[in-house]
């Protein structure tokens, strides 16, 4: 079992960035899949970005303004937000997947307003 720990949300002005961290319990080495997704109220939860092998692939809504990464020796996945906008608004999750399970952290809440 792997647990994981969002951080970075917060309050940001339009225009603004956050950067999210997903901080694993053991090592992501062996993580085949990587994700963000997104949950905003009255909507369904929707994919933002995911990392498999070297490929990265976006939300249309978030291309060229979200980067997602990955630093082994941390544990750690990112995702970068640039250029916020008030519909980026939302709960966060990272997902992570390996030959073993399929684990998701509890969310992190990001709220562009100004």
């Known amino acids: 079992q792997v647990q994981l720990v969002e951080s970075g949300g917060g309050l940001v002005q339009p225009g603004g960035s956050l950067r999210l961290s997903c901080s694993a319990s053991?090592?992501?080495?062996?993580?085949?899949?990587m994700a963000w997704y997104r949950q905003a109220p009255g909507k369904e939860r929707e994919l933002v970005a995911s990392?498999?092998?070297?490929?990265?692939n976006y939300a249309e809504s978030v291309k060229g303004r979200f980067t997602i990464s990955k630093d082994n020796a941390k544990n750690t996945v990112y995702l970068q937000m640039n250029s916020l906008k008030p519909e980026d608004t939302a709960v966060y999750y990272c997902?992570?997947?390996?030959?073993?399970?399929?684990?998701w952290g509890q969310g992190t809440q990001v709220t562009v307003s100004s």
């Open positions: 990392l498999r092998a070297y490929s990265t």
């Open positions: 053991r090592t992501i080495f062996f993580m085949n899949f």
């Open positions: 997902n992570l997947q390996d030959r073993w399970g399929d684990y």
